[in-house]
């Protein structure tokens, strides 16, 4: 949290609240918890996920599915107190990685710090630059604020806005800013776009083979966020990680029209 004294100006704001996701804290609240615990638990104690692919679409369409990894942040009462997260950059065109310049991103349930080491850490190392404006207005990350606040306890975020950038780079600055356990890596993707729900099934499953593969050519067609997860299956590849499938489905399953739809997936990756 900010100190009173702290200059108001370098928070952002919610930028989608009450369009995504309520804009009311006890209903957000309430939602967030509404999900969590619709989503499956397990019958084993959760393990601890180094990294998260998660959907970024408005809560009736995505929540149901994005609540499966966060069901697991909570089962595993993982000590996370830094979450590096990657999110396309949707409306301001862009190269490379940005991160922004404030202190704080806010939602109805209150103002969340940066990592403002690691994100000078990665400046340092010419893997990030700054800029605000693709941060502004971009819903990919802000909607999994409030899932992270829910489940999480006292924790900062690093925003990475990630725009025309080969899989090499994203995975340098992944590695720039791994860490300890404490670290979450988290990369908000949605998967195939507005074909029939038929389609989008066929579609999603070949997306989902390739990060179940690790592989890092999934085209930008099937997922908006593949710069993203191709970066991450770098990473993934190297280190060794398991890949899980948390669920799979479209807007068809989750909010009734079948004829276009946006597909969603939701999956775990662990270190040994």
């Known amino acids: ?40 638990g397990r019958a084993v104690p959760a393990r601890r996920p180094k990294a998260l692919i998660v959907p970024h679409a408005g809560y009736p ?10 069901r697991l942040l909570q089962d595993s009462r993982a000590p996370i107190r830094h979450v590096v997260m990657l999110g396309p950059s949707h409306r301001v065109p862009m190269r490379g990685l940005a991160v ?3 202190d704080a991103f806010a939602t109805p349930l209150g103002e969340v710090p940066l990592d403002v080491r690691n994100r000078q850490r990665l400046r340092e190392l010419g893997l990030v630059g700054v800029s605000d404006a693709p941060h502004a207005s971009e819903h990919s ?3 999994q604020l409030p899932f992270l606040q829910a489940t999480l306890g006292v924790f900062d975020i690093l925003p990475v806005a990630v725009g025309l950038a080969p899989p090499e780079q994203v995975a340098r600055a992944l590695d720039g800013a791994w860490n300890g356990p404490d670290t979450l890596i988290l990369v908000s993707s949605d998967l195939s776009h507005y074909p029939t729900s038929e389609e989008a099934r066929l579609l999603d499953a070949k997306s989902t083979q390739a990060i179940l593969e690790r592989r890092s050519d999934l ?10 997860i191709n970066g991450l299956m770098q990473v993934a590849r190297r280190r ?33």
């Open 1 to 40: 949290m900010l100190s009173l004294g702290q200059d108001m100006s370098r928070v952002r704001p919610p930028a989608v609240a009450g369009l995504f996701y309520p804009e009311h804290a006890e209903q957000l609240r309430a939602a967030v918890h509404d999900y969590i615990e619709a989503s499956p």
């Open 219 to 228: 085209p930008d067609e099937q997922a908006c966020g593949a710069r993203s």
């Open 100 to 102: 922004p310049s404030v």
């Open 240 to 272: 060794g990680l398991e890949i899980e499938l948390l669920d799979q489905r479209n807007s068809g399953d989750t909010a009734g029209d079948r004829s276009r739809v946006v597909g969603y997936g939701s999956y775990a990756l662990y270190e040994a």
């Open 61 to 70: 369409y995505s929540g149901p599915v994005a609540a499966s990894a966060y």
């Open 141 to 143: 990350l802000e909607v």
